[in-house]
């Protein structure tokens, strides 16, 4: 295991970090040193439960990605619907595809499941070398902002356009665990979440914060307004 420091990723881009912001953080994973053409893409809640092989996602030069085909029109759609009557606004996955889609000029995109996700380096080296406004716009943000694109789908967009794209159905090979509403669980999740508190030096007496001198508390980040994550 290899860990990457951030200024390693944002090498020429140091002025964005800190950065607490997945989508700026994928914008530069093709820039690690000394990277595979083709590489796979975890995120940290992303498991294996069965053994694997390259062929899941790599067949001679053709990349194969388990994803539906998704229009536009009902993405764009279902992000009205989703901010119909709500103050915050949330941006999710789905919305940074949608994005990406349009910058392409394309009326559909590949909706993909949270999963491991296949990427070839030399054609991000090519493509942002077109396109290099994408990379400083995409990784300036700290936190998530609803004009980010997925960088994934970038790719998959592309490698349609190559005839060297291979769609298959995640149904049968992606298992989901959400949070459970059960009083067991929940008791449970509370008794883990307590026992992974972190302590902070409480530093000339900031908290508790005075009501008299703070009238307000921001909370920042893409959750802020997710009820499972407060």
């Given amino acids: 295991i290899e860990i990457i420091d ?15 912001n997945s989508i700026s953080i994928e914008t530069m994973l093709w820039r690690i040193p000394g990277l595979s053409d083709r590489f796979i893409y975890f995120n940290d809640d992303v498991f294996l439960a069965s053994p694997v092989a390259e062929d899941m996602w790599f067949e001679g030069d053709n990349t194969s990605i388990h994803a539906e085909r998704f229009p536009t029109w009902w993405a764009r759609l279902l992000r009205w619907g989703k901010h119909l009557g ?3 606004k949330e941006f999710g996955h789905k919305d940074a595809m949608l994005n990406a889609a349009d910058i392409l000029g394309e009326s559909h995109f590949y909706l993909f499941p949270h999963a491991p996700l296949p990427m070839r380096r030399t054609w991000y080296e090519e493509f942002f070398a077109k396109r ?6 995409n990784a300036r943000h700290r936190f998530r902002e609803s004009s980010q694109c997925s960088i994934p789908t970038f790719f998959y967009i592309g490698a349609h356009r190559e005839r060297k794209l291979l769609v298959r ?3 049968s090979t992606t298992c989901f665990f959400k949070p459970s509403l059960n009083k067991s669980a929940e008791y449970m999740a509370r008794k883990i979440a307590e026992e992974s508190i972190v302590l902070l030096k409480n530093e000339n007496g900031v908290l508790p914060l005075n009501p008299q001198q703070y009238k307000k508390v921001a909370v920042i980040g893409v959750n802020a307004n997710t009820k499972f994550s407060l």
């Fill in 6 to 20: 951030h200024t390693i990723l944002f090498r020429g881009y140091e002025q964005y970090l800190p950065t607490f």
């Fill in 86 to 88: 709500r103050k915050h």
């Fill in 132 to 137: 290099p406004e994408l990379i400083d716009h």
């Fill in 169 to 171: 159905s995640p149904k």
